[in-house]
């Protein structure tokens, strides 16, 4: 009997852009298992910066604007994401601005 080939779908990576001092960050006194060993240095303070998530993973910080008729989303990666990450995180900075009112 020949085993049966599984499809396996990839999914989308799922992308959040939390606040500052937020409990994913800040809970923890080793950020190793939230963030690549590589970027340590870079996200030293991940717990005073908003911080942009893909797949449970801290890939960089960002900034919000709030202008006179829209809100403005600065993204600063760690590192280069692939275009599925990036589409992610534009998504989520997007539901921001919706939310915010921008």
């Known amino acids: 009997m020949t085993p049966k080939k599984s499809l396996v779908t990839a999914k989308?990576?799922?992308a959040h852009l939390l606040p500052a001092f937020d409990?994913?960050?800040v809970a923890y006194k080793d950020r190793t298992a939230a963030v690549n060993p590589k970027y340590l240095k870079q996200a030293?303070?991940?717990i005073a910066d908003p911080c942009i998530v893909v797949n449970n993973q801290v890939v960089g910080t960002w900034?919000?604007?709030i202008k006179k008729d829209r809100v403005e989303v600065t993204l600063n990666?760690?590192?280069e994401l692939n275009k599925t990450q990036i589409k992610s995180v534009e998504n989520a900075a997007e539901k921001y601005k919706k939310f915010i009112g921008g």
């Open 44 to 46: 030293g303070s991940v």
């Open 77 to 79: 990666p760690f590192g």
């Open 63 to 65: 900034k919000r604007a």
């Open 12 to 14: 989308a990576p799922i």
């Open 23 to 25: 409990e994913f960050a």
